[in-house]
């Protein structure tokens, strides 16, 4: 049975850091992208960043580049999204996904979703 479990979210004041973890299992995901998405109170899900196992290649929504990083070990199946600089538009639910193949970025295309994590940032 595929997993992917989230951890890490958590309320934290404008200008701080969290970092978010994805443990993944249940399957070899080697030919995959791990991917999070978030979805604030009455928007749509979006995508904020993504990593594939095979060579950490990354993708990044714009408005998190430079404060976001996504990283992946191996060793352990998980994958880490650190999160600085955080603004309250920051604010939702993160959710970790596989996709099978190179990244995307529409939440559709998914196989795998975890259940989320609630980030909150405070002004």
């Known amino acids: 049975q595929v997993q992917l479990v989230e951890s890490g979210g958590g309320l934290v004041q404008a200008g701080g850091s969290l970092r978010l973890s994805c443990a993944a299992s249940?399957?070899?995901?080697?030919?995959?992208?791990m991917e999070w998405f978030r979805q604030a109170p009455g928007k749509e899900r979006e995508f904020v960043a993504a990593?594939?196992?095979?060579?950490?290649?990354?993708v990044y929504k714009d408005s998190v580049k430079g404060r976001f990083s996504i990283s992946r070990d191996n060793a352990k199946n998980t994958v880490y999204l650190q999160m600085n600089s955080l603004k309250p538009e920051d604010t939702a639910v993160y959710y970790c996904?596989?996709?099978?193949?190179?990244?995307?970025?529409?939440?559709?295309?998914?196989?795998?979703w975890g259940k989320g994590t609630l980030v909150t940032v405070s002004s």
């Open positions: 996904a596989a996709n099978f193949g190179a990244i995307v970025t529409s939440y559709y295309h998914m196989d795998y």
């Open positions: 249940g399957r070899t995901f080697s030919n995959y992208a």
């Open positions: 990593i594939t196992w095979s060579d950490g290649t990354t």
